[in-house]
Nanobody, 116 residues
Framework: VQLQASGGGLVQAGGSLRLSCVTS????????MGWYRQAPGKQRELVATITSGGSTNYADSVKGRFTISRDSAKNAVYLQMNSLKPEDTAVYYC???????????WGQGTQVTVSS
């Protein structure tokens, strides 16, 4: 199983980035997909999730700025991040959690740095 995250980088406040996570080795439709982030000295926190049916959930801190989406043809999940703030700086991790059985996988993380 692999979750390959990409798209992080350095951006100025107010800018945008799009994260991608391509999966392999899982039945993509069996999994809810999510993005989490961990800032230095802080616990990992949920950013957004999306079920196989397309239902989404967002952390209050990113509502209205971030959009999660998934593409079943590409076995991929995306996070469009707009109006970025310095407090969005963190390592962002892709997650796949099975809906019907006990399986949970993490990607390697991609660094997002927002300068003020």
């Amino acid at each position: 199983v692999q979750l390959q995250a990409s798209g992080g980088g350095l951006v100025q406040a107010g800018g945008s980035l799009r994260l991608s996570c391509v999966t392999s080795g899982i039945i993509f439709g069996d999994y809810a997909m999510g993005w989490y982030r961990q800032a230095p000295g802080k616990q990992r926190e949920l950013v957004a999730t999306i079920t196989s049916g397309g239902s989404t959930n967002y952390a209050d801190s990113v509502k209205g700025r971030f959009t999660i989406s998934r593409d079943s043809a590409k076995n991929a999940v995306y996070l469009q991040m707009n109006s970025l703030k310095p407090e969005d700086t963190a390592v962002y991790y892709c997650n796949a959690k099975a809906l019907y059985y006990d399986a949970n996988y993490w990607g390697q993380g991609t660094q997002v740095t927002v300068s003020s």
